[in-house]
């Protein structure tokens, strides 16, 4: 892109608010064309420094990125934003991560030069997302120089800064994101006191200040970031430790969840064609890496020791913070978005669909001629030509694995490590012991144990006990080394072609429900919880209800239940042999 020098004929005002305004309803409105941002210190003339600037001034790791900045001392360079494919604006922290004032400074990729935007005395923050409007040639960020954290633009070469929001309660407006058009701001906000304590909301506004809306308080929504040329907003909302991504309309205010779940800030924003970027840990990393979505389909771009995260893409590159520990400041560091892929099939759905009938037998001799839709059986001790001759009566199948403890008597047992085996399951079960699932190790096995149930034919899987966090496993597990496994064995389910069902984490079921395909329920009836997996059946998605002979539950009992759920209930033997008894009306 060609450059032009911008002549500012005067100075624009914008008016500040003395109270907060009243929120409005959404309406939806007609966004203006975006004009081109006008490069303020280049002429058309000039010639650009050489492209191969950045490879040659600062380090490469081995994953391709390159680092661009490298402030002195304890400051920390991060929250990157694209400008264009030469400018990077960045926040820069005095006195360490998160520490200390900050100022916005502006980077030419080209040549490395520094220009200071903002060094207000106070702590300017912008983005990692699309802070700049292109009509006014400015940025916008939050400051909190005159009080609490309010709204602020400026120039993009500096200059008299214009406060968008004033309020003087003590709340905070932080993360602002410019839309395509310029017209209006997207922001979080929170009450008095701790940011990280109080619920975000989300607004929008003018850059008068003077037409506020309320787009989203239902939950702690966060990090608001214009779509690139729609009137959609990209939420991170955080629920029970962990995070989830969602899409805002601006006209209607509907939420769609895009199916992302990390147990960090996703500090996710778009790509310039509408994919999204983001930073996020799963229960394979140790620490956050940079991921695309495309598609539907998720690529990791990064593959480094450091954490990564504050992803922003350009139309070639993604700029991003990292550092070696979380102690330690952060650098910039850029890395060229990978090759375009050919496109994605659509994708498949997964679900078993509520009101489907089940068998579950892992104990031989096996009765093949149950009428039932699902038949679930042992990974290990079926073959490929039992699937198949169920697959010839119309049947899917699913194959159990545990997912969560160490059985002797499988043929992979010895390659757990030691390390990784804890306390004994409970009776009648004492020959298992419980697993540490945050071992990679574990979890390259479940890997194998996911390709084998593919290779064998099967439809799906049924991973068992995976509610460790809740048993006595020797482990410190917690709710969300857990949730994270689980959404991760759905995850590499999916990817293998598998649907996947969750086993008994009732209490984590209205979490799970988007990430699993049906649900299978031990013993609810006699412990009163079977109202955990109501989610599932709301979703059109089935749960599978058994209850065993020796608790005393009668037929009668589980088929009541069943009726009053929605669930499909059955009565098996402890051994889970070919007896069954079901509702003669379940589901």
């Known amino acids: 892109m060609k450059w032009m020098l911008l002549v500012l004929a005067g100075v624009l005002v914008f008016g500040c608010l003395q109270s907060p305004p009243q929120s409005a309803s959404p309406t939806p409105e007609t966004p203006v064309p975006p004009t081109p941002f006008i490069e303020p210190s280049l002429s058309p003339t000039q010639t650009p420094v050489p492209s191969d600037f950045v490879s040659r001034r600062f380090e490469t790791r081995s994953d391709?990125?390159?680092?661009?900045?490298?402030?002195?001392?304890?400051?920390?360079?991060?929250?990157?934003?694209?400008?264009?494919?030469?400018?990077?604006?960045?926040?820069?922290?005095?006195?360490?991560?998160?520490?200390?004032?900050?100022?916005?400074?502006?980077?030419?990729?080209?040549?490395?030069?520094?220009?200071?935007?903002?060094?207000?005395?106070?702590?300017?923050?912008?983005?990692?997302?699309?802070?700049?409007?292109?009509?006014?040639?400015?940025?916008?960020?939050?400051?909190?120089?005159?009080?609490?954290?309010?709204?602020?633009?400026?120039?993009?070469?500096?200059?008299?800064?214009?406060?968008?929001?004033?309020?003087?309660?003590?709340?905070?407006?932080?993360?602002?994101?410019?839309?395509?058009?310029?017209?209006?701001?997207?922001?979080?906000?929170?009450?008095?006191?701790?940011?990280?304590?109080?619920?975000?909301?989300?607004?929008?506004?003018?850059?008068?200040?003077?037409?506020?809306?309320?787009?989203a308080d239902d939950a702690d929504n966060r990090l608001p970031q214009y779509h690139p040329t729609e009137n959609k907003i990209l939420v991170q909302r955080k629920e029970n430790g962990l995070f989830r991504l969602f899409v805002l309309d601006e006209a209607t205010g509907l939420l769609a969840e895009v199916g992302i779940l990390t147990d960090e800030g996703t500090d996710a924003s778009w790509t310039k064609k509408g994919g999204i970027v983001y930073s996020g840990e799963s229960a394979r990393l140790a620490v956050p890496q940079i991921f695309i979505l495309e598609d539907d389909q998720s690529t990791r771009i990064t593959d480094s020791a450091m954490l990564d995260s504050a992803p922003a893409a350009s139309t070639k590159q993604v700029a991003f913070e990292s550092r070696e520990r979380k102690n330690m400041p952060s650098r910039i560091w850029i890395k060229t978005l990978p090759v375009e892929r050919a496109p994605r099939p659509p994708p498949t759905d997964y679900t078993i669909a509520k009101g489907a009938s089940f068998s579950w037998q892992l104990v031989e001799p096996m009765n093949t001629k149950i009428q039932a839709d699902v038949y679930d059986i042992d990974l290990f001790e079926s073959n490929a030509s039992t699937v198949q001759q169920l697959h010839d009566q119309g049947r899917k199948v699913v194959c159990y694995l545990s997912a969560g403890t160490w059985e002797p008597y499988r043929p992979d047992a010895g390659a757990f490590p030691l390390e990784a085996i804890g306390r004994t399951y409970a009776p009648p079960f004492d020959d298992e012991k419980w697993l540490d699932i945050r071992d990679e190790r574990v979890q390259d096995i479940m890997e194998k144990r996911l390709d084998l149930c593919k290779q064998k034919g099967f439809d799906g899987v049924e991973p068992d006990n995976v509610d460790g966090f809740q048993q006595k496993t020797g482990f410190d597990l917690t709710a969300k080394d857990q949730l994270a496994y689980n959404a991760w064995l759905a995850k590499q389910a999916h990817a293998r072609g598998l649907s996947v069902g969750l086993k008994n984490d009732g209490e984590q079921a209205a979490d799970l429900v988007n990430e699993f395909d049906f649900a299978l329920v031990e013993q609810c009836v006699?412990?009163?919880?079977?109202?955990?997996?109501?989610?599932?059946?709301?979703?059109?998605?089935?749960?599978?209800?058994?209850?065993?002979?020796?608790?005393?539950?009668?037929?009668?009992?589980?088929?009541f239940s069943a009726e009053q759920f929605g669930y499909f209930g059955l009565l098996k033997n402890r051994n889970l042999d070919a007896f069954e008894a079901t509702c003669p009306k379940a589901g």
């Open 64 to 215: 391709g990125a390159v680092r661009v900045t490298n402030p002195p001392g304890k400051q920390s360079d991060q929250n990157p934003a694209f400008l264009d494919e030469n400018h990077v604006l960045f926040t820069r922290f005095a006195d360490g991560y998160n520490q200390g004032k900050a100022k916005l400074v502006l980077m030419d990729l080209r040549d490395g030069s520094e220009t200071v935007v903002v060094n207000d005395g106070g702590t300017a923050v912008s983005t990692n997302g699309n802070p700049f409007t292109p009509d006014k040639n400015q940025v916008c960020y939050a400051s909190d120089a005159k009080s609490e954290d309010d709204i602020w633009c400026v120039p993009v070469l500096g200059g008299t800064p214009t406060r968008v929001t004033r309020d003087e309660s003590g709340k905070h407006f932080i993360e602002p994101s410019v839309r395509f058009d310029g017209q209006r701001i997207a922001f979080e906000m929170h009450g008095p006191g701790d940011i990280d304590a109080s619920r975000g909301q989300i607004w929008t506004t003018d850059f008068s200040g003077n037409t506020r809306v309320l787009l």
């Open 526 to 559: 006699s412990d009163g919880f079977c109202e955990e997996f109501k989610p599932f059946v709301d979703a059109g998605k089935a749960v599978f209800m058994v209850e065993y002979t020796d608790q005393g539950t009668t037929l009668d009992e589980i088929c």
